[in-house]
């Protein structure tokens, strides 16, 4: 069966450390992979998307790796700040998905990560 | 703020009652979801309207009814919920570009309707 595995256990970190969290799949053939982050009481953000032939993606200080080969994508938080401290979510469209235009993505459980002062 | 916004934000109903969950959308979007989000769990899609038109319902029971009467509203009627569908309920806009000779998607959430059922 298809599987999207991110770490259930929160992580806790020090503020200025570098947050690294994983996304793990089975069963998937992604067309490309989204993190999401999300507050208590709110919806999903969307933060950043990663296509299936790009290695690595920055935006500020967020950067993402995807690696099709271990079916894995990494999510870096670098200078971690408390304001950073949420629930990062990621998402995954699979190959054949991407022929409609509406984007059906398929999401993790999320991991939260808690930044101490 | 996101563009797409949710009322009530919280709702707590009985069993027996009917109820509906509106979602509405300044954003232009021609995609609109519906999400269902339980403690510990990953999101799961409910229901998919694309210009209008429903284009998936994911094996969803018959207690929940969506409607869209035009591309900025969105509602999800409820009648003779059970407990287990406590939960946050999402809706969420598509925004779909290509690149590259490929379709993609971002969503584009509103802050949820938290839902209890007695």
């Known amino acids: 069966s298809q599987k999207i595995e991110q770490n259930s256990e929160a992580l806790n970190i020090q503020e200025g450390k570098t947050a690294t969290l994983t996304c793990n799949y089975t069963n998937y053939s992604p067309a490309y992979l989204q993190w999401y982050r999300q507050d208590p009481g709110r919806g999903p953000v969307f933060l950043l998307l990663i296509r299936e032939n790009e290695k690595e993606k920055r935006k500020e200080r967020l950067k993402v790796t995807f690696d099709t080969t271990l079916k894995q994508s990494l999510f870096h938080i670098t200078a971690s700040q408390p304001a950073d401290s949420a629930t990062y979510l990621c998402a995954l469209v699979a190959r054949y998905m991407t022929t409609d235009s509406w984007g059906k993505l398929q999401f993790g459980a999320g991991t939260q990560v808690v930044v101490t002062p | ?118």
């Open chain 2, 1 to 118: 703020e996101t563009g797409v916004t949710q009322t009530p934000r919280h709702l707590v109903m009985g069993m027996t009652n009917k109820k509906s969950l509106k979602c509405e959308q300044h954003l232009g979007h021609n995609a609109m979801y519906w999400y269902k989000q339980s403690a510990k769990k990953p999101l799961e899609l409910m229901f998919v309207y694309n210009f209008k038109e429903q284009t998936e319902n994911n094996s969803v029971p018959s207690r929940f009814s969506p409607e869209c009467p035009n591309s900025s509203h969105l509602f999800l009627h409820l009648h003779t919920l059970q407990p287990e569908d406590s939960a946050l309920y999402l809706c969420a806009t598509g925004l779909s570009y290509l690149a590259g000779g490929r379709s993609y998607n971002e969503q584009f959430f509103g802050p949820g309707t938290r839902l209890t059922v007695l």
